[in-house]
């Protein structure tokens, strides 16, 4: 024996699922060495990738994360090589509500990278 859905029912349901699926889509955010120094917004789930490349000698550091909001989940998959010097694709989390500095030095150039996460 099948039973219909009324109208009522079937749209519930159809909004229950939309809901579902918005809620549980989370967003990545790209940046480079030109977002030195930025601020960004993120949410609980969202996936920051950074992509550094060096020019020169040198390379980038383990990054160091000033609190737990954001959790550094490891090096992604690196670009064919650049004569210009490496290129590091950085992966990161934002993982609790709070705000975190992630700083990455070059080993080399005395310079580093770093942005501020606001994680809401």
Known sequence: MTRALSGSAFHNGLLLIVFLLVGCSHRTVDLNNADNGRTI???VGDHINI???TIGPGEYGPPQISSGAVR???LGDAPPPNP???IQ???FEAVQVG???VT???TYQNTQFTI???VR
Do not use: E, R
Request: glycine content about 12%; cysteine-free; charged content about 5%.
């Open 51 to 53: 992509t550094l490349q």
């Open 84 to 86: 210009g010097g490496p």
């Open 89 to 91: 694709p950085f992966m």
């Open 116 to 118: 501020t996460v606001l």
């Open 72 to 74: 550094y989940t490891g």
């Open 99 to 101: 705000d975190a500095t």
């Open 41 to 43: 917004n993120a949410l």
């Open 104 to 106: 990455m030095a070059q």
